[in-house]
């Protein structure tokens, strides 16, 4: 058999375990789910009215404890709520927990050991990306390099110790990329300061299908979906279009960016967190084809939190905790609003009003005006949070180092 029949009769088989994958495993209520960090698109933006605008302690529905500690963001599929955490003096062994959505009630807990390096900074944790989902099985990815795939009810279906394969990965504040389900590629952004890559696994059997070097240097930027089987990897060096079938670059744009705040795309448009924030209008024909610089605008540019884009503004929080808003058409400066941080996670917007939680476990929904924002509740969980939520059924979902706590109907 030549290479090409070989490689042709490959993809097939691989089609048929996908097929085969979703028959099995039906999909759940996904148009209601959050099966990746930031949620659908990557975007954090949510339905309006999908949160309540008024808050008070009556809003918390319910809190969990968690075993271990953990700063990833939450996945909801139809009635269960996903989360990783990580404990044990080195943190080594690691969790991926399933909980009932309505109770907090856990439903169960996988536990396996990593196999990589879990040295990692005093305010992270090895249980530091969110995982992902595709509605049937539940990716789970930790920065000691293990990643872990089950099905909704636990059952283990793959397991990779990526570090066996790639030893040489070093950094010492720890991994925090998370990972992105794209058609039937898990793919992985591995990107640090010496052996850095990201790699594209079979969703079905957790095999390579790719892998690509990347520039060396730490990076916790998330990977975003721009078109079916084309997603962004950004880096200091700038963004990558890449084609999830074989790991192949269609496009890039090199003029740097940031390696903390990741990329959103809303409408046909990346708005990348480089100097400042810079427009990058797709080809509405080709999304593989080069993209077209809109705007550029310094005043805008996000510190840790991701930037957002809903309605006809663009919204980041920068490093003075300050919320700002510009013009979606032109990156104009609108108006400024400076909240209560500091802020790890990326807030959640619906358009009318943003959601954002500050480290202390602050929760502050703001009004957003055409002219200006404007603080309208608050409801202090007396937490520490740096994770993003997650929301689904009219409820936040916002979790601590110890806790889990549903927020709204």
């Given amino acids: 058999m030549t290479d090409a029949a070989e490689g042709a009769v490959m993809k097939t088989l691989s089609a048929i375990a996908?097929?085969?994958?979703?028959?099995?495993?039906?999909a759940r209520?996904?148009?209601?789910?959050?099966?990746?960090?930031?949620?659908?698109?990557?975007?954090?933006?949510?339905?309006?009215?999908?949160?309540?605008?008024?808050?008070?302690?009556?809003a918390i529905r319910w809190s969990a404890p968690l075993p271990g500690r953990g700063l990833s963001g939450v996945l909801v599929v139809g009635d269960r709520v996903f989360v990783t955490t990580s404990d044990g003096p080195t943190q080594d062994k690691l969790h991926l927990v399933c909980l009932d959505a309505a109770t907090g009630k856990l439903l169960w807990d996988r536990q396996v050991l990593a196999t990589g390096r879990t040295m990692c900074h005093s305010k992270t944790s090895v249980a530091a990306p969110t995982p992902c989902s595709d509605g049937r099985q539940v990716y789970a990815v930790f920065s000691s390099n293990d990643v872990v795939c089950t099905d909704l009810d636990g059952n283990?279906?793959?397991?990779?110790?990526?570090?066996?394969?790639?030893?040489?990965?070093?950094?010492?504040?720890?991994?925090?990329?998370?990972?992105?389900?794209?058609?039937?590629?898990?793919?992985?952004?591995?990107?640090?300061?010496?052996?850095?890559y990201t790699i594209g696994l079979d969703v079905a059997t957790g095999a390579n299908r790719w892998?690509?070097?990347?520039?060396?240097?730490?990076?916790?930027?998330?990977?975003?979906?721009l078109a079916p089987g084309l997603v962004a990897l950004q880096s200091k060096t700038g963004v990558d279009a890449i084609r999830v079938a074989d790991g192949s670059t269609a496009w890039r744009y090199a003029d740097g960016a940031d390696t903390?705040?990741?990329?959103?795309?809303?409408?046909?448009?990346?708005?990348?967190?480089?100097?400042?924030?810079?427009?990058?209008?797709?080809?509405?024909?080709?999304?593989?084809?080069?993209?077209?610089?809109?705007?550029?605008?310094?005043?805008?540019?996000?510190?840790?939190a991701s930037g957002l884009v809903a309605g006809d503004a663009v919204y980041s929080?920068?490093?003075?905790?300050?919320?700002?808003?510009?013009e979606r058409a032109t990156g104009k400066r609108k108006w400024q609003l400076r909240l209560q941080g500091p802020f790890s996670g990326t807030p959640v917007t619906d358009g009318a009003h943003l959601w954002a939680v500050n480290e202390a476990g602050l929760v502050q929904v703001v009004s957003l005006g055409d002219t200006e924002g404007k603080v309208v509740s608050t409801l202090d969980l007396g937490d520490e949070i740096l994770a993003s939520p997650a929301v689904a059924g009219g409820s936040m979902y916002v979790r601590s180092n110890t806790k889990l706590y549903r927020v709204g109907k």
């Avoid at 990972?179 to 990107?191: T, W």
């Fill in 156 to 196: 283990l279906r793959w397991i990779r110790g990526i570090t066996y394969d790639y030893p040489n990965v070093s950094n010492s504040l720890g991994m925090a990329s998370s990972p992105l389900v794209a058609g039937d590629v898990l793919v992985v952004p591995v990107e640090n300061d010496s052996e850095s």
């Fill in 260 to 304: 903390v705040a990741s990329s959103c795309l809303a409408d046909g448009v990346l708005y990348v967190p480089s100097n400042g924030v810079t427009a990058l209008a797709l080809d509405a024909a080709d999304p593989a084809g080069q993209p077209r610089q809109l705007w550029r605008n310094n005043q805008l540019a996000p510190a840790t």
């Fill in 18 to 26: 996908v097929l085969l994958l979703a028959a099995t495993f039906p």
């Fill in 211 to 225: 892998r690509l070097d990347r520039p060396k240097g730490a990076n916790w930027t998330s990977p975003v979906v």
């Fill in 29 to 58: 209520g996904q148009g209601a789910d959050w099966l990746t960090f930031r949620g659908p698109g990557g975007a954090s933006v949510v339905p309006a009215g999908a949160l309540p605008t008024e808050l008070s302690a009556e």
């Fill in 317 to 326: 929080l920068n490093r003075g905790d300050v919320l700002t808003a510009g």
